[in-house]
């Protein structure tokens, strides 16, 4: 069973849209279409069996996406597709989002991120939807790495600061997208030593450079079946991104440099990902 964890849902007409799609197209070399319909979604999410959905909450950088649009969209297809909350804690009635996303629209995690939002994981705030999100049993992913917005406070973002949420909310499950690019290995130290922590491997493919370096890294510390698979679409493909993994181990087995495992591509495709995440399978529920 191949689980993509890491995938949004929007529609996102206007300024933001046009800043995102020309960092996008710095990142990628190509257009992206970024207002997306459930139709593109659905297509986007076809060859994965199950995917995370979420959308973005952050107003310091103009991503004010709402949970209700990704919780309609889930219920196209409730089987296959679980819906995360994006939650910003700066925000009045966080904590009552949470709950509301949890009991009133069905959603079962989070989608936090404190670069883009502008604020200190530690931030009381932020302490009282962990604690929350710890007590419901909510995995959350965290977009813990760097950004483009010139708002967007780095000091905000490298993974070890996570190590402190772990130490006080120990049954939370987390996810570091993107193995917290560019700081890989602070996060690849970081999932080593909290069991509960994960890192995702979404949108690294297309810098293959560091691509290679942080899963190498990952095999070198023995923390490679901590990493989960993820896309980021509408930012990469389920295609692009499979291929992608293909492409990096093949590339270290024609280097003369340490090679990446022949088998990496299977384990990671076939991570028991909702086991880890302590989410029940959408089609058993
Ligand atoms: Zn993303």
């Known amino acids: 069973m191949i689980i993509d964890c890491h995938t949004h849902f929007w529609r996102y007409p206007g300024e933001l849209t046009?800043?995102?799609a020309r960092e996008t197209y710095i990142m990628r070399q190509q257009e992206v279409d970024l207002d997306i319909t459930p139709e593109m979604h659905a297509s986007a999410v076809a060859k994965a069996d199950r995917a995370i959905v979420f959308g973005l909450r952050a107003p310091l950088t103009g991503f004010?996406?709402?949970?209700?649009?990704?919780?309609e969209y889930i219920r196209t297809d409730p089987k296959k597709l679980i819906g995360f909350a994006a939650i910003c804690p700066t925000e009045d009635h966080a904590l009552e989002?949470?709950?509301r996303?949890?009991?009133?629209?069905?959603?079962r995690g989070l989608k936090m991120s404190p670069i883009y939002g502008g604020w200190d994981p530690l931030d009381p705030r932020a302490l009282k939807?962990?604690?929350r999100a710890e007590e419901l049993g909510l995995p959350i992913m965290l977009h813990q790495g760097t950004t483009y917005p010139r708002k967007a406070p780095l000091k905000y973002a490298n993974p070890v600061l996570l190590e402190d949420i772990a130490l006080r909310y120990p049954d939370l499950k987390m996810i570091i997208a993107h193995i917290g690019h560019p700081w890989e290995a602070e996060a690849i130290v970081l999932i080593r030593k909290q069991p509960n922590v994960f890192a995702d491997i979404s949108a690294l493919f297309y810098r293959p450079w560091q691509y290679y370096n942080s899963l190498r890294l990952a095999v070198e510390y023995g923390v490679a079946d901590k990493l989960l698979f993820g896309t980021d679409y509408p930012i990469t493909t389920f295609d692009e991104s499979v291929k992608g993994l293909h492409d990096v181990v093949k590339l270290s087995q024609e280097m003369r440099l340490p090679p990446l495992p022949e088998d990496l591509p299977a384990q990671i495709l076939h991570r028991d990902t909702l086991g880890l995440l302590g989410l029940d399978d959408p089609a058993s529920l």
């Open 97 to 99: 989002e949470v709950d």
């Open 18 to 20: 046009e800043e995102l």
């Open 64 to 71: 004010l996406t709402v949970n209700d649009t990704v919780a």
């Open 101 to 107: 996303a949890v009991q009133k629209l069905g959603l």
């Open 129 to 131: 939807i962990f604690a």
